[in-house]
C-alpha cells in the first residue's frame, strides 16, 4: 500500500513540473439567459452554458436527469453535447422563493465547450425543455405550494450576440 502511495505522489509530482509556466486563459462562459451579448476572439476557449438552480439539490439533480438542451447558431442547428456539473450550494439572496423555506440553493451548469475560429456576428440561442412537468422547489404565484414549470410544449429560450474578433 505505501509503495503505491509513494508511485501516486511521484506521478504528481512529475505532472505539476511539467506544467506550463503561464496557465491558458480560463473560458469564456456564454449564457444566453444572462447576457445579450459578448466579445471573444477567435483564439478564446468558449464554454456555452446554460444553468439550473432548485431549492434542493435532489431537485436540481431530478432537473438534470430530465432535461435536454439544444444550441442553434444563426438559426442553424448546432450539435454538442451538454455535460451538467454537480449541483453546487448557493446562497439565495434577498427572500427565499423556496416552500422549504432554505436559504441555501443549488446551481447546476449545463456546459458545451467549443470556439469560434471564424471572425464574424453570431446569434447563438439556447433551448431547454424537459420531458415532463417539474418544480425547483419554488412558489412563484404565492399559494404556498411548490410550481410546476417545464413539460410538454414548454421551453426556456433565449439568445445572446457573439461578436468574434480576430
Ligand atoms: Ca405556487
Known amino acids: 500500500m505505501r509503495r503505491i502511495l509513494s508511485l501516486a505522489s511521484g506521478l504528481v509530482l512529475a505532472l505539476t513540473m511539467t506544467a506550463p509556466v503561464t496557465a491558458a486563459a480560463p473560458p469564456i462562459r456564454i449564457n444566453p439567459f444572462h ?52 449541483p453546487e450550494p448557493v446562497v439565495i439572496e434577498g427572500t427565499s422563493p423556496c416552500v422549504s423555506g432554505t436559504t441555501t440553493g443549488w446551481y447546476a451548469y449545463g456546459q458545451s465547450p467549443t470556439s469560434f475560429p471564424t471572425p464574424g456576428v453570431y446569434v447563438i440561442a439556447a433551448s431547454m425543455t424537459t420531458r ?28 445572446v450576440t457573439v461578436t468574434v474578433i480576430p
Do not use: H, N
Not at 478564446?44 to 436527469?65: N, T
Not at 417539474?134 to 421551453?155: F, H, K, N, R, W
Open 132 to 159: 415532463i412537468a417539474l418544480t425547483d422547489g419554488g412558489d412563484y404565484d404565492g399559494d404556498g405550494i411548490a410550481d410546476l414549470m417545464g413539460g410538454p410544449g414548454q421551453e426556456w429560450f433565449d439568445t
Open 35 to 86: 447576457m445579450d451579448e459578448v466579445t471573444v476572439t477567435t483564439s478564446d476557449s468558449v464554454i456555452l452554458e446554460v444553468r439550473w438552480g432548485a431549492c434542493s439539490k435532489s431537485l436540481d439533480q431530478r432537473f438534470i436527469g430530465l432535461a435536454d438542451v439544444a444550441w442553434t447558431v444563426d438559426g442553424i442547428d448546432f450539435p454538442t453535447k451538454t455535460k451538467w456539473t454537480k
